[in-house]
């Protein structure tokens, strides 16, 4: 598995992630026969508009995490975007919004070593459980989430909500408490 380092999305770093996320949304249009080659991009940024407009919005929202992965070279590998819980009974778990591998760099592992930075990271902060979605169409993200132990939380016809319990640096399920939080990067 190859060593990614988190750190916080740059405003360069959230177009890219823009971007790649409305390829992939194009793309997996086209591959299930919704969409024509021809005006899939177009299509694709004009039905993300709100998930994008809230991912601008993330950037300085409380207890919301857009986070870059990059390799030990510096190379950006990826993007991520995390919402932590309000505050109350759900304090302790997040939900992964949006992971994305750089194209260039894709079937390489980067995946699994994103989404194991991240459980690190929460964890180390208090939080015991990462859910998220994850479409039906995406075999590769299913393969990659049953690999690293997320559970069937609910079925919907087009996507699987999953859940994972998350344990801290002492291997307990309980929040860690700390009296600063380190920043990552």
């Known amino acids: 598995m190859p060593d990614v380092m988190l750190v916080p999305m740059s405003a360069q770093d959230l177009e890219a992630f823009v971007d790649e996320e409305v390829a ?20 694709a940024r004009a039905e993300l508009g709100r998930d994008i407009a809230w991912e ?19 190379v950006r590998v990826g993007w991520i975007w995390t919402k932590l819980g309000p505050p109350g009974p759900w304090a ?20 699994r070593s994103m989404l194991t930075a991240l459980e690190a990271l929460l964890a180390n902060e208090g ?42 640096a002492n291997g307990s399920c309980e929040p860690v408490v700390f009296s600063t939080v380190a920043q990552v990067g």
């Not at 793309?27 to 080659?37: F, I, K, P």
């Not at 993330?58 to 870059?68: F, G, P, S």
């Not at 997040?94 to 592992?109: D, H, I, K, W, Y």
């Not at 909500?161 to 801290?168: G, Y």
Request: charged content about 30%; aromatic content about 6%; glycine content about 4%.
């Open 56 to 74: 601008h919005e993330a950037v300085t929202a409380e207890r919301q995490r857009l986070l870059t992965a990059i390799d030990p070279d510096g």
């Open 127 to 168: 939080i015991t459980e990462l859910r998220l979605n994850v479409c039906e169409s995406n075999l590769p993200a299913r393969r990659l989430y049953s690999a690293a132990g997320y559970e069937l939380a609910e079925q919907l016809p087009t996507m699987r909500r999953l859940r994972k319990r998350l344990l801290s």
């Open 92 to 111: 302790a778990s997040a939900f992964l919004c949006q992971m994305t591998v750089a194209r260039p760099v894709r079937n390489r592992g980067y995946g």
């Open 24 to 43: 992939d949304y194009a793309h997996e249009r086209v591959l299930d026969g919704a969409w024509s080659r021809r005006d899939a991009l177009e299509r």
